[in-house]
Protein backbone atom coordinates (compact mmCIF):
# COMPACT_ATOMS: atom_id res chain seq x y z
CA UNK A 1 0.00 0.00 0.00
CA UNK A 2 1.44 3.28 -0.92
CA UNK A 3 1.78 6.21 1.42
CA UNK A 4 2.25 9.08 -1.55
CA UNK A 5 -0.18 11.15 0.37
CA UNK A 6 1.20 11.45 3.33
CA UNK A 7 2.80 14.75 4.46
CA UNK A 8 6.68 14.47 3.62
CA UNK A 9 8.72 16.30 6.68
CA UNK A 10 10.65 19.19 5.77
CA UNK A 11 14.31 18.49 4.73
CA UNK A 12 16.54 18.39 8.14
CA UNK A 13 19.43 21.11 8.64
CA UNK A 14 23.20 20.29 7.85
CA UNK A 15 25.00 18.97 10.81
CA UNK A 16 28.32 21.77 11.35
CA UNK A 17 31.98 20.14 10.71
CA UNK A 18 33.42 20.87 13.76
CA UNK A 19 33.17 18.02 15.77
CA UNK A 20 34.49 18.98 18.85
CA UNK A 21 36.71 16.62 19.87
CA UNK A 22 34.03 13.58 19.55
CA UNK A 23 34.70 10.64 18.79
CA UNK A 24 34.47 9.78 14.62
CA UNK A 25 30.55 9.44 13.70
CA UNK A 26 29.75 10.62 17.20
CA UNK A 27 27.56 13.64 17.72
CA UNK A 28 29.20 15.69 19.45
CA UNK A 29 27.21 17.46 22.93
CA UNK A 30 27.53 20.69 21.55
CA UNK A 31 25.30 20.10 18.17
CA UNK A 32 22.12 19.24 17.91
CA UNK A 33 21.23 16.69 15.83
CA UNK A 34 19.60 17.45 12.45
CA UNK A 35 15.33 16.69 12.30
CA UNK A 36 13.87 13.90 10.50
CA UNK A 37 14.69 13.02 6.76
CA UNK A 38 17.13 13.65 4.33
CA UNK A 39 19.69 15.89 5.07
CA UNK A 40 19.63 19.79 3.28
CA UNK A 41 21.56 19.25 0.00
CA UNK A 42 22.61 15.68 0.28
CA UNK A 43 18.73 15.15 -0.79
CA UNK A 44 19.60 16.69 -3.99
CA UNK A 45 22.77 14.52 -4.23
CA UNK A 46 20.62 11.38 -4.36
CA UNK A 47 19.08 12.61 -7.27
CA UNK A 48 22.47 12.94 -8.89
CA UNK A 49 23.56 9.48 -7.85
CA UNK A 50 20.42 7.83 -9.57
CA UNK A 51 21.37 10.16 -12.63
CA UNK A 52 25.10 7.81 -12.39
CA UNK A 53 26.54 11.68 -11.55
CA UNK A 54 28.81 13.35 -9.95
CA UNK A 55 28.09 15.10 -6.45
CA UNK A 56 31.45 16.98 -5.73
CA UNK A 57 31.98 15.16 -2.64
CA UNK A 58 35.29 15.58 -0.67
CA UNK A 59 37.51 12.21 -1.47
CA UNK A 60 38.50 12.22 1.86
CA UNK A 61 35.93 10.08 3.49
CA UNK A 62 36.05 10.20 7.42
CA UNK A 63 37.82 6.94 9.26
CA UNK A 64 37.56 5.39 12.43
CA UNK A 65 41.33 4.69 13.84
CA UNK A 66 41.82 1.20 14.55
CA UNK A 67 44.44 1.28 17.02
CA UNK A 68 44.84 3.21 20.64
CA UNK A 69 43.08 3.19 23.82
CA UNK A 70 39.81 2.97 22.67
CA UNK A 71 41.26 -0.42 21.13
CA UNK A 72 43.02 -1.47 23.95
CA UNK A 73 40.00 -1.36 26.17
CA UNK A 74 37.63 -3.15 23.93
CA UNK A 75 40.11 -5.79 23.80
CA UNK A 76 40.52 -6.02 27.66
CA UNK A 77 36.54 -6.11 27.98
CA UNK A 78 36.54 -9.04 25.77
CA UNK A 79 38.91 -10.75 27.99
CA UNK A 80 35.66 -11.17 30.09
CA UNK A 81 32.98 -12.98 28.22
CA UNK A 82 32.61 -16.87 28.40
CA UNK A 83 32.23 -18.78 25.35
CA UNK A 84 31.82 -22.73 25.19
CA UNK A 85 34.98 -24.84 25.04
CA UNK A 86 36.96 -23.97 21.61
CA UNK A 87 35.95 -20.88 21.09
CA UNK A 88 37.55 -17.33 21.12
CA UNK A 89 36.54 -13.92 20.82
CA UNK A 90 38.30 -10.80 19.35
CA UNK A 91 38.10 -7.45 18.55
CA UNK A 92 36.99 -7.19 14.88
CA UNK A 93 36.66 -3.30 14.18
CA UNK A 94 35.99 -0.05 16.09
CA UNK A 95 32.81 1.08 14.98
CA UNK A 96 30.91 3.75 16.93
CA UNK A 97 27.12 2.78 17.62
CA UNK A 98 27.51 -0.35 15.22
CA UNK A 99 24.25 -2.03 15.05
CA UNK A 100 23.05 -3.61 12.36
CA UNK A 101 25.13 -5.93 9.81
CA UNK A 102 25.42 -7.00 6.01
CA UNK A 103 27.92 -8.98 5.16
CA UNK A 104 29.05 -8.59 1.17
CA UNK A 105 30.32 -11.48 -1.16
CA UNK A 106 33.45 -9.73 -1.46
CA UNK A 107 33.80 -9.61 2.65
CA UNK A 108 32.90 -6.03 3.24
CA UNK A 109 30.53 -5.44 6.19
CA UNK A 110 28.30 -2.92 6.01
CA UNK A 111 27.09 -1.57 9.45
CA UNK A 112 24.02 0.65 10.28
CA UNK A 113 23.37 2.81 13.26
CA UNK A 114 20.70 4.62 14.90
CA UNK A 115 22.32 7.81 13.72
CA UNK A 116 23.20 9.33 10.66
CA UNK A 117 26.00 6.84 9.14
CA UNK A 118 26.69 3.30 7.73
CA UNK A 119 29.87 2.18 7.91
CA UNK A 120 31.73 -0.37 5.32
CA UNK A 121 34.47 -2.72 7.02
CA UNK A 122 37.43 -3.70 5.09
CA UNK A 123 39.60 -6.75 5.70
CA UNK A 124 42.26 -5.98 2.66
CA UNK A 125 44.70 -8.68 4.40
CA UNK A 126 42.48 -11.23 4.86
CA UNK A 127 43.75 -11.72 8.65
CA UNK A 128 40.39 -11.72 10.14
CA UNK A 129 40.38 -8.01 11.25
CA UNK A 130 39.38 -5.09 9.66
CA UNK A 131 41.93 -2.85 8.12
CA UNK A 132 39.69 0.11 7.49
CA UNK A 133 36.20 1.74 8.99
CA UNK A 134 34.71 4.60 6.74
CA UNK A 135 31.43 6.39 5.85
CA UNK A 136 29.93 4.50 3.06
CA UNK A 137 28.19 7.13 0.78
CA UNK A 138 28.95 10.63 2.71
CA UNK A 139 27.09 12.42 -0.01
CA UNK A 140 24.12 11.36 1.20
CA UNK A 141 22.12 12.64 4.19
CA UNK A 142 21.06 9.37 5.88
CA UNK A 143 18.30 9.39 9.40
CA UNK A 144 18.72 6.13 11.86
CA UNK A 145 20.16 4.03 8.80
CA UNK A 146 19.68 0.81 11.57
CA UNK A 147 18.79 -1.88 9.10
CA UNK A 148 20.84 -3.51 6.24
CA UNK A 149 20.63 -6.26 4.11
CA UNK A 150 22.00 -8.04 0.54
CA UNK A 151 19.85 -9.61 -2.23
CA UNK A 152 21.72 -12.57 -3.76
CA UNK A 153 22.86 -10.20 -6.82
CA UNK A 154 24.73 -7.80 -4.82
CA UNK A 155 22.30 -4.42 -3.79
CA UNK A 156 22.82 -3.70 -0.64
CA UNK A 157 19.35 -1.98 1.02
CA UNK A 158 19.07 0.14 3.57
CA UNK A 159 16.20 0.95 5.83
CA UNK A 160 16.35 4.13 7.30
CA UNK A 161 13.37 5.30 9.32
CA UNK A 162 11.60 6.16 7.13
CA UNK A 163 12.77 5.96 3.60
CA UNK A 164 14.07 2.64 1.88
CA UNK A 165 17.61 2.91 -0.89
CA UNK A 166 19.15 0.39 -2.40
CA UNK A 167 22.53 0.30 -3.75
CA UNK A 168 23.70 -1.55 -6.55
CA UNK A 169 27.20 -3.19 -6.71
CA UNK A 170 28.12 -1.29 -3.54
CA UNK A 171 31.20 -3.44 -2.69
CA UNK A 172 32.47 -2.15 -6.40
CA UNK A 173 31.62 1.32 -5.74
CA UNK A 174 31.85 2.10 -1.96
CA UNK A 175 35.47 3.00 -2.03
CA UNK A 176 34.31 6.21 -3.60
CA UNK A 177 32.07 9.16 -2.23
CA UNK A 178 29.31 8.74 -4.78
CA UNK A 179 27.79 5.84 -5.43
CA UNK A 180 25.35 3.69 -7.26
CA UNK A 181 21.57 4.76 -5.77
CA UNK A 182 18.25 3.94 -6.28
CA UNK A 183 15.32 5.00 -4.21
CA UNK A 184 13.11 2.05 -3.29
CA UNK A 185 10.60 3.70 -0.61
CA UNK A 186 10.81 7.65 -0.93
CA UNK A 187 11.34 9.43 2.50
CA UNK A 188 8.29 10.07 4.13
CA UNK A 189 6.28 6.57 2.66
CA UNK A 190 7.15 3.91 4.77
CA UNK A 191 5.06 4.80 7.80
CA UNK A 192 3.17 7.63 7.60
CA UNK A 193 4.85 10.90 8.76
CA UNK A 194 2.70 11.70 11.93
CA UNK A 195 4.13 8.15 13.21
CA UNK A 196 7.54 9.16 12.85
CA UNK A 197 9.02 8.87 16.50
CA UNK A 198 11.98 8.61 18.03
CA UNK A 199 10.77 5.35 19.97
CA UNK A 200 10.43 1.90 18.03
CA UNK A 201 12.35 3.84 14.91
CA UNK A 202 14.86 1.34 14.22
CA UNK A 203 13.87 -0.80 11.01
CA UNK A 204 15.42 -4.27 9.93
CA UNK A 205 15.07 -5.78 6.67
CA UNK A 206 15.90 -9.34 4.91
CA UNK A 207 15.31 -10.52 0.99
CA UNK A 208 13.11 -13.72 0.92
CA UNK A 209 13.13 -17.13 -0.90
CA UNK A 210 10.14 -15.27 -3.16
CA UNK A 211 13.18 -12.61 -3.78
CA UNK A 212 10.76 -10.05 -2.13
CA UNK A 213 11.83 -7.64 0.51
CA UNK A 214 10.59 -7.61 4.01
CA UNK A 215 10.69 -5.10 6.58
CA UNK A 216 10.33 -4.89 10.20
CA UNK A 217 7.59 -1.54 11.48
CA UNK A 218 7.60 -1.27 14.92
CA UNK A 219 5.22 1.20 16.42
CA UNK A 220 6.20 4.42 18.46
CA UNK A 221 3.93 3.15 21.40
CA UNK A 222 4.52 0.84 24.60
CA UNK A 223 1.22 -0.06 23.95
CA UNK A 224 -0.89 1.60 21.27
CA UNK A 225 -4.42 2.82 22.06
CA UNK A 226 -7.01 1.64 20.18
CA UNK A 227 -7.62 4.43 17.89
CA UNK A 228 -4.34 3.41 16.13
CA UNK A 229 -5.29 0.21 15.59
CA UNK A 230 -7.07 0.57 11.88
CA UNK A 231 -4.26 2.83 10.44
CA UNK A 232 -1.19 0.72 12.15
CA UNK A 233 -3.04 -2.23 10.44
CA UNK A 234 -3.59 -0.68 6.91
CA UNK A 235 0.35 0.11 6.61
CA UNK A 236 2.11 -2.60 8.42
CA UNK A 237 3.02 -0.82 11.70
CA UNK A 238 3.21 -3.50 14.52
CA UNK A 239 4.37 -5.58 11.91
CA UNK A 240 6.23 -7.26 9.14
CA UNK A 241 5.38 -6.03 5.77
CA UNK A 242 6.99 -6.77 2.45
CA UNK A 243 7.09 -5.60 -1.47
CA UNK A 244 8.90 -5.92 -4.83
CA UNK A 245 12.48 -5.23 -4.66
CA UNK A 246 11.30 -1.89 -6.51
CA UNK A 247 9.30 -0.76 -4.16
CA UNK A 248 5.70 -1.78 -5.50
CA UNK A 249 3.28 -4.65 -4.30
CA UNK A 250 3.30 -3.44 -0.77
CA UNK A 251 1.32 -5.72 1.36
CA UNK A 252 1.85 -6.66 5.15
CA UNK A 253 3.01 -9.99 5.97
CA UNK A 254 2.31 -10.09 9.57
CA UNK A 255 0.64 -8.60 12.69
CA UNK A 256 0.64 -8.48 15.93
CA UNK A 257 4.26 -7.51 16.21
CA UNK A 258 5.56 -5.41 18.88
CA UNK A 259 8.89 -4.21 17.71
CA UNK A 260 10.88 -6.44 16.09
CA UNK A 261 14.80 -5.41 15.11
CA UNK A 262 15.64 -9.10 14.46
CA UNK A 263 14.43 -11.15 11.39
CA UNK A 264 15.79 -13.94 9.40
CA UNK A 265 14.62 -16.52 7.30
CA UNK A 266 15.34 -20.45 8.46
CA UNK A 267 17.88 -21.91 5.74
CA UNK A 268 15.64 -24.14 2.78
CA UNK A 269 12.02 -22.75 4.17
CA UNK A 270 9.90 -20.26 3.87
CA UNK A 271 9.59 -20.18 7.28
CA UNK A 272 10.26 -15.96 8.71
CA UNK A 273 11.84 -16.25 12.00
CA UNK A 274 11.93 -13.23 14.52
CA UNK A 275 12.59 -11.73 18.04
CA UNK A 276 9.81 -9.69 19.28
CA UNK A 277 10.74 -7.16 22.51
CA UNK A 278 7.64 -7.22 25.12
CA UNK A 279 5.71 -4.17 26.88
CA UNK A 280 7.21 -2.23 29.21
CA UNK A 281 5.86 -1.09 32.91
CA UNK A 282 4.33 -5.08 34.07
CA UNK A 283 7.23 -5.51 35.96
CA UNK A 284 10.40 -7.02 35.68
CA UNK A 285 9.61 -10.44 35.89
CA UNK A 286 6.74 -10.49 32.87
CA UNK A 287 6.42 -10.57 30.64
CA UNK A 288 8.82 -12.71 28.36
CA UNK A 289 10.80 -12.17 25.38
CA UNK A 290 9.88 -13.64 22.26
CA UNK A 291 11.44 -15.62 19.44
CA UNK A 292 8.63 -16.27 16.38
CA UNK A 293 8.05 -18.65 13.85
CA UNK A 294 5.94 -17.41 10.73
CA UNK A 295 4.80 -20.23 8.49
CA UNK A 296 2.63 -18.19 5.98
CA UNK A 297 1.55 -14.63 5.46
CA UNK A 298 -0.97 -13.19 7.58
CA UNK A 299 -0.56 -14.78 10.84
CA UNK A 300 -1.05 -12.62 13.63
CA UNK A 301 1.47 -12.80 16.62
CA UNK A 302 -0.44 -10.92 19.61
CA UNK A 303 0.23 -7.95 19.98
CA UNK A 304 -0.93 -5.53 21.41
CA UNK A 305 -3.21 -7.98 23.16
CA UNK A 306 -0.70 -9.91 24.54
CA UNK A 307 2.34 -8.05 25.90
CA UNK A 308 4.81 -10.85 25.64
CA UNK A 309 4.24 -14.59 25.55
CA UNK A 310 0.50 -15.09 26.58
CA UNK A 311 0.38 -12.35 29.08
CA UNK A 312 -2.03 -10.36 28.95
CA UNK A 313 -2.05 -6.34 28.45
CA UNK A 314 -4.13 -4.18 30.98
CA UNK A 315 -4.64 -1.97 28.60
CA UNK A 316 -6.54 -4.67 26.11
CA UNK A 317 -7.37 -7.01 28.98
CA UNK A 318 -10.95 -6.53 28.33
CA UNK A 319 -10.79 -6.61 24.73
CA UNK A 320 -11.09 -10.02 22.87
CA UNK A 321 -7.81 -11.11 21.17
CA UNK A 322 -7.76 -11.87 17.29
CA UNK A 323 -8.69 -15.69 16.62
CA UNK A 324 -5.95 -17.95 15.92
CA UNK A 325 -2.73 -16.02 17.71
CA UNK A 326 0.46 -17.30 17.15
CA UNK A 327 2.50 -18.01 20.18
CA UNK A 328 5.96 -17.31 20.44
CA UNK A 329 7.97 -20.61 19.69
CA UNK A 330 10.95 -19.18 23.05
CA UNK A 331 10.11 -17.28 25.32
CA UNK A 332 13.15 -15.42 26.55
CA UNK A 333 14.52 -13.75 29.14
CA UNK A 334 12.07 -10.94 30.67
CA UNK A 335 13.16 -7.35 29.18
CA UNK A 336 16.83 -8.97 28.05
CA UNK A 337 15.54 -7.12 24.49
CA UNK A 338 16.18 -10.00 21.84
CA UNK A 339 17.30 -8.04 18.78
CA UNK A 340 19.51 -9.65 15.52
CA UNK A 341 19.42 -12.64 14.87
CA UNK A 342 21.09 -14.83 12.36
CA UNK A 343 20.67 -18.80 11.23
CA UNK A 344 23.92 -20.03 11.07
CA UNK A 345 24.89 -21.23 7.72
CA UNK A 346 28.65 -21.27 7.91
CA UNK A 347 31.23 -24.37 8.23
CA UNK A 348 33.70 -23.31 10.99
CA UNK A 349 31.58 -23.99 13.72
CA UNK A 350 31.00 -27.69 15.09
CA UNK A 351 28.00 -29.83 13.56
CA UNK A 352 25.40 -29.47 16.04
CA UNK A 353 25.71 -25.26 15.07
CA UNK A 354 24.26 -26.02 11.40
CA UNK A 355 20.92 -24.49 11.35
CA UNK A 356 20.99 -23.00 14.72
CA UNK A 357 19.64 -19.90 15.56
CA UNK A 358 22.10 -17.11 16.92
CA UNK A 359 20.40 -13.68 18.36
CA UNK A 360 22.06 -10.68 20.53
CA UNK A 361 20.03 -9.64 23.37
CA UNK A 362 20.97 -6.14 24.13
CA UNK A 363 20.19 -5.95 27.89
CA UNK A 364 17.22 -4.31 30.21
CA UNK A 365 16.66 -0.83 30.27
CA UNK A 366 14.84 -0.09 32.79
CA UNK A 367 14.89 -3.79 35.21
CA UNK A 368 15.48 -3.21 38.67
CA UNK A 369 18.68 -5.86 38.34
CA UNK A 370 20.02 -6.12 34.77
CA UNK A 371 19.73 -8.77 32.73
CA UNK A 372 20.78 -9.53 28.71
CA UNK A 373 23.95 -8.08 27.30
CA UNK A 374 25.12 -12.00 26.08
CA UNK A 375 24.56 -13.78 22.39
CA UNK A 376 22.30 -16.68 23.14
CA UNK A 377 22.09 -20.19 20.51
CA UNK A 378 18.64 -22.02 19.68
CA UNK A 379 19.04 -25.32 18.75
CA UNK A 380 16.51 -26.86 16.04
CA UNK A 381 14.62 -30.05 15.41
CA UNK A 382 15.07 -31.45 11.97
CA UNK A 383 11.27 -30.36 11.69
CA UNK A 384 12.27 -26.31 12.36
CA UNK A 385 10.77 -27.41 16.43
CA UNK A 386 12.99 -25.98 18.82
CA UNK A 387 14.97 -28.45 21.05
CA UNK A 388 16.94 -25.74 23.29
CA UNK A 389 17.90 -22.37 24.15
CA UNK A 390 21.02 -21.33 26.08
CA UNK A 391 23.59 -18.18 25.99
CA UNK A 392 26.88 -18.54 24.01
CA UNK A 393 28.68 -15.91 24.57
CA UNK A 394 27.94 -13.84 27.93
CA UNK A 395 30.03 -11.58 30.69
CA UNK A 396 29.26 -7.77 29.37
CA UNK A 397 27.09 -7.33 32.22
CA UNK A 398 29.06 -7.15 35.02
CA UNK A 399 27.70 -9.25 37.82
CA UNK A 400 29.27 -7.17 40.98
CA UNK A 401 28.79 -3.61 39.68
CA UNK A 402 25.28 -4.34 37.12
CA UNK A 403 27.49 -2.14 34.84
CA UNK A 404 27.42 -2.91 31.20
CA UNK A 405 30.67 -3.55 28.97
CA UNK A 406 29.08 -3.56 26.33
CA UNK A 407 25.47 -4.35 24.35
CA UNK A 408 24.92 -6.86 21.55
CA UNK A 409 23.07 -5.42 19.36
CA UNK A 410 23.41 -8.13 15.90
CA UNK A 411 25.11 -10.81 14.79
CA UNK A 412 25.84 -12.03 11.23
CA UNK A 413 27.95 -15.18 9.91
CA UNK A 414 31.62 -13.70 8.11
CA UNK A 415 32.56 -15.65 4.92
CA UNK A 416 34.46 -17.85 6.95
CA UNK A 417 32.08 -19.01 8.70
CA UNK A 418 32.83 -16.89 12.06
CA UNK A 419 30.21 -14.63 13.74
CA UNK A 420 30.54 -11.40 14.22
CA UNK A 421 28.61 -9.52 16.92
CA UNK A 422 27.97 -5.41 16.79
CA UNK A 423 27.67 -3.61 19.97
CA UNK A 424 26.55 0.14 19.71
CA UNK A 425 27.33 1.00 23.35
CA UNK A 426 30.83 -0.15 23.07
CA UNK A 427 31.06 1.04 19.76
CA UNK A 428 32.28 -2.46 18.02
CA UNK A 429 32.23 -5.07 16.22
CA UNK A 430 33.51 -8.60 17.62
CA UNK A 431 34.62 -11.83 15.98
CA UNK A 432 34.07 -15.57 17.67
CA UNK A 433 35.79 -18.37 15.84
CA UNK A 434 36.62 -21.72 16.52
CA UNK A 435 39.15 -23.64 16.66
CA UNK A 436 38.80 -27.78 17.09
CA UNK A 437 42.36 -28.56 18.60
CA UNK A 438 41.14 -26.32 21.25
CA UNK A 439 38.31 -28.13 22.23
Not at 92 to 108: F, K
Not at 148 to 165: A, Q
Not at 190 to 203: D, I, K, M, Q, T
Not at 240 to 257: F, K, L, P, S, T
Request: contains cysteine.
Amino acid sequence: MALAQQQQPQPGRGVPSNTAGSTPGETPTNVRPPPGGPVQGQADNLERLQQFRTTGASLQIETVPQEGRRADALRRNLERIRLPEGFRIDLYAVVPDARHMAVGAGGVVFVGTRKTRVWALTDRDRDRVADEVKVFAPSIGFSVPNGLCFSPDGILYVIEHNRVVAFPAAEFFYESPDVAAEVVVPQGQLVPASEESFNHGARVCRIGPDNKLYISLGQPFNVPPPAKLDLYGQVGMSGIIRMDRNGQNREVYARGVRNSVGIAFRPNSSELWFTDNQVDGMGDNTPPGEINRSTAAGQHFGFPWYGGGNVRTREYADSQPPANVVFPVVETQNHAADLGMTFYDGRMFPEEYRGAIFNAQHGSWNRTEPVGARVMVTFLNPDGSVKESKPFAEGWLDDETNEYLGRPADVAVLRDGSLLVSDDMAGAVYRISYNRSRR
